[in-house]
């Protein structure tokens, strides 16, 4: 006799907008006495080793017109390579670095921004080192699943040259829409989703 097999069906995907900051960052849009501070507001204490970087950038939609709700999450590795992750066995990272940010856009002109340091080398999962990176996470109003890119640095043009994940991206002029701009410890990161200047994303 057959027996009927109950399958869950998938739960309809849905966009992070236009309640996703009162949501995930309340006191960014005016929502005080929920959290002290906005959960990966900040990175970094007086005591974090590593080189003071700013990170900071805008996320422009298909007609190049700043986003103006959406909301950037942040990982990366401390200044010797490591993660601040129970999953790391390389080795044990600085505790004074969280390896998380959140960053909502500004409604006044979209701009993203993070206090960080500049992050070390990580092996990939064949043990080649990748370049020194920042792996970025955007929602907003008409996402449905979160998209995820990497900021690399101009400044190590050698490793960036030998990364295994740059080196998967096809149509090699579009490596550079991975790679921020520096001005001394500042580093500009804009993303375009869609258009000729079409940030790659990548599917992890």
Known sequence: MLRS???LKETPSQTAGPYVHIGLMPNSCGIDGVYAGDLGSALVNEKTLGDRITVSGRIFDGADTPVRDAIVEIWQADSAGLYNSPS?????????FTGWGRSATAAEDGVFRFETIKPGRVPF????MMAPHVTLWIVARGINIGLHTR????????????DPVLLRIEHRARVETMIASRNGNDYTFDIHLQGTSETVFLDI
């Not at 999962?125 to 080649?128: L, N, Q, V, W």
């Not at 690399?152 to 030998?162: I, K, M, V």
């Open 151 to 162: 900021l690399y640095f101009p400044e190590e043009a050698e490793a960036n040259a030998a």
């Open 88 to 96: 790391e066995r390389r080795g044990t990272a600085d505790p004074n």
């Open 5 to 7: 097999i109950d399958i």
């Open 125 to 128: 999962k064949d043990g080649r």
